[in-house]
């Protein structure tokens, strides 16, 4: 019997009980007086019971309707209390927030973002997952992903937050044993290390001052799947590689690293915000508030007015 009421004859029912009468419950439902009537009556006869006594100058509940009408009203203000709850969280960031990062960029880029975003918004729960390896968002039940670097085809949305500048870079030491290159072609004789999380980890292009565009193929001599990973690689001498900016900037900076062919430049790579869907209140939140602290200027790093 229960899985055939019409659950909302059950606002009826109570905007009745507490109006009073059928013609005061009518105006403030914005509909008749007949069919508040037939709403009870419906009502009635999926429960199998009389709840409500009638006649023609008054109305009364019965036993079973005044046990009814309790039950019903706190049924009514709790579903009241959801949809409250509901437009809060629509309006105002609240709740879990699960974000996926690289190893590279999740501790320097978004952790300190999420430390602000926390003192903005006390109401969400933010989890930071630092993880080199590429995170399905719907299946692992993330929010947003910060990615960095080229993006792969996808049904997921982004938001380009970022650009990055990339730098191919060895140490004085490498260079001193291997020599300096001073063209693209002359990288393929060199020790490379790749990152094995680019598409095309052994394939580059240059663009030199006109314009023109050169395509490098080189060997890895060493491979990992982190960029620090890489990074590491680079500064114990194993080989030359390329590095965000903002990886290697200090290092450039102290001559520990030696940024290579002045002349050329690379692709630049972005910072990316990719959810699933439309993003909530939450998210639309924490991706304004990365881009807005890219805006201050990061080493390596610069806001993209995409």
Same mark, same amino acid.
């Given at each position: 019997?229960?899985?055939?009421?019409?659950?909302?004859?059950?606002?009826?029912?109570?905007?009745?009980?507490?109006?009073?009468?059928?013609?005061?419950?009518?105006?403030?439902?914005?509909?008749?007086?007949?069919?508040?009537?037939?709403?009870?009556?419906?009502?009635?006869?999926?429960?199998?019971?009389?709840?409500?006594?009638?006649?023609?100058?008054?109305?009364?509940?019965?036993?079973?309707?005044?046990?009814?009408?309790?039950?019903?009203?706190?049924?009514?203000?709790?579903?009241?209390?959801?949809?409250?709850?509901?437009?809060?969280?629509?309006?105002?960031?609240?709740?879990?927030?699960?974000?996926?990062?690289?190893?590279? *960029? #999740?501790?320097?880029? %978004?952790?300190?973002? !999420? $430390?602000?975003?926390?003192?903005?918004?006390?109401? @969400? =729960? &933010?989890?930071?997952?630092?993880?080199?390896?590429?995170?399905?968002?719907?299946?692992?039940?993330?929010?947003?992903?910060?990615?960095?670097?080229?993006?792969?085809?996808?049904?997921?949305?982004?938001?380009?937050?970022?650009?990055?500048?990339?730098?191919?870079?060895?140490?004085?030491?490498?260079?001193?044993? *291997? #020599?300096?290159?001073? %063209?693209?072609?002359? !990288? $393929?004789?060199?020790?490379?290390?790749?990152?094995? @999380? =680019? &598409?095309?980890?052994?394939?580059?292009?240059?663009?030199?001052?006109?314009?023109?565009?050169?395509?490098?193929?080189?060997?890895?001599?060493?491979?990992?799947?982190?960029?620090?990973?890489?990074?590491?690689?680079?500064?114990?001498?194993?080989?030359?590689?390329?590095?965000?900016?903002?990886?290697?900037?200090?290092?450039?900076?102290?001559?520990?690293?030696?940024? !290579?062919?002045?002349?050329?430049?690379?692709?630049?790579?972005?910072?990316?915000?990719?959810?699933?869907?439309?993003?909530?209140?939450?998210?639309?939140?924490?991706?304004?508030?990365?881009?807005?602290?890219?805006?201050?200027?990061?080493?390596?790093?610069?806001?993209?007015?995409?």
């Amino acid at each position: 019997m229960a899985t055939d009421i019409n659950l909302n004859r059950l606002s009826v029912f109570v905007t009745l009980v507490q109006a009073g009468s059928f013609t005061a419950a009518a105006e403030q439902m914005g509909t008749t007086k007949a069919m508040v009537s037939q709403h009870l009556a419906r009502l009635e006869e999926e429960v199998g019971m009389t709840l409500v006594l009638r006649s023609t100058r008054r109305m009364s509940l019965t036993d079973a309707g005044e046990r009814f009408y309790e039950d019903c009203a706190r049924v009514i203000a709790d579903a009241e209390a959801a949809i409250t709850r509901l437009g809060e969280c629509r309006d105002t960031p609240m709740g879990s927030l699960r974000i996926a990062a690289a190893g590279d *960029h #999740g501790p320097f880029i %978004v952790a300190p973002a !999420l $430390a602000e975003y926390v003192r903005r918004y006390p109401q @969400v =729960l &933010p989890e930071l997952v630092v993880s080199d390896t590429i995170v399905d968002l719907i299946a692992e039940r993330f929010d947003v992903a910060v990615r960095i670097g080229w993006l792969r085809d996808s049904s997921l949305r982004s938001a380009k937050l970022a650009d990055v500048r990339q730098c191919l870079v060895a140490t004085p030491a490498y260079l001193a044993a *291997h #020599g300096t290159p001073a %063209v693209p072609g002359e !990288l $393929a004789r060199h020790r490379w290390i790749a990152l094995t @999380v =680019l &598409p095309s980890p052994t394939r580059w292009i240059f663009s030199d001052a006109s314009g023109a565009k050169e395509a490098v193929q080189v060997e890895a001599a060493a491979s990992a799947n982190s960029t620090l990973a890489v990074h590491a690689l680079v500064m114990a001498g194993v080989g030359m590689a390329v590095l965000p900016d903002y990886v290697a900037h200090d290092d450039i900076a102290a001559g520990r690293l030696v940024p !290579l062919l002045p002349a050329y430049e690379l692709p630049p790579g972005g910072v990316y915000a990719v959810y699933a869907g439309q993003p909530t209140v939450k998210v639309r939140a924490f991706i304004d508030l990365l881009k807005e602290r890219m805006q201050s200027g990061s080493p390596g790093i610069q806001a993209s007015t995409a």
